[in-house]
């Protein structure tokens, strides 16, 4: 419906189209919901100039104790240049919703994790008409268990956990989620060996159509066409 929502805004390598670029090329001026999953440099480190050359109505971050809150100088950066542009910061609470057009975007998970910054990630669900989008960011195998007590419904795409890492992308979640298609986001030739084998395996085992951005480059699903472009 001609509104945008963006969810993370990370590393580009050199030489390829910045995501900068890229909402440009897709026509977006201005953005309604900004989500961060989380504050890791591979998720975060194009964010500042995406709030600095964009209009952002909302940006929802993850709900934060004090144990797990960034120290890092780009986190106040972050904060000073929100704060500037007037745009509205919330913390990612379970069940609320954003509409986003014609969807709506609902917080699945708000983890509040001491322990691992992966953990802390925002799960959100978009749907429009029959279509769902899950996007979980880094969680990991506790956090995933916890996703299911709330949340067992099927979805048309899924974003792969944490890169397609064995560490995430359980079968009970993926059996569970029953995706029509995976997003695999993994950078070409990536140090830590992602996608895992045992989920490209599972995934091929369950007969579920999948693609990698490493292989594949950048993928784009139509919604309103229900295919991949």
Do not use: W
Not at 126 to 135: A, E, P
Not at 160 to 169: F, L, R
């Amino acid at each position: 419906g001609g509104k945008f929502c963006l969810i993370d805004a990370g590393e580009t390598y050199s030489g390829h189209i910045g995501v900068e670029e890229y909402l440009r090329y897709a026509g977006v001026k201005e953005i309604e919901l900004l989500v961060i999953t989380h504050f890791h440099n591979d998720h975060t480190s194009e964010m500042l100039d995406i709030i600095d050359k964009f209009k952002i109505k909302n940006i929802v971050m993850p709900n934060l104790s004090q144990n797990n809150m960034p120290t890092a100088e780009y986190f106040k950066v972050f904060l000073s240049k929100v704060e500037k542009k007037g745009i509205t910061l919330r913390p990612a609470v379970k069940g609320d919703e954003y509409t986003v057009g014609n969807g709506t975007v609902k917080i699945l998970a708000d983890t509040y994790n001491d322990l691992t910054i992966n953990d802390t990630s925002v799960a959100t669900l978009f749907t429009q008409g029959d279509f769902t989008y899950l996007s979980t960011g880094d969680g990991e195998f506790e956090y995933e268990k916890r996703l299911l007590n709330d949340f067992r419904g099927k979805v048309t795409m899924f974003v792969a956990g944490h890169h397609g890492s064995g560490d995430s992308n359980t079968e009970e979640l993926v059996k569970t989620i029953n995706p029509d298609f995976v997003a695999i986001s993994a950078g070409k030739d990536n140090d830590y060996g992602h996608p895992h084998k045992r989920v490209t395996d599972m995934l091929d085992n369950m007969g579920i159509q999948y693609a990698i951005t490493a292989k594949d480059g950048t993928i784009v699903y139509s919604i309103t066409e229900n295919k991949l472009l």
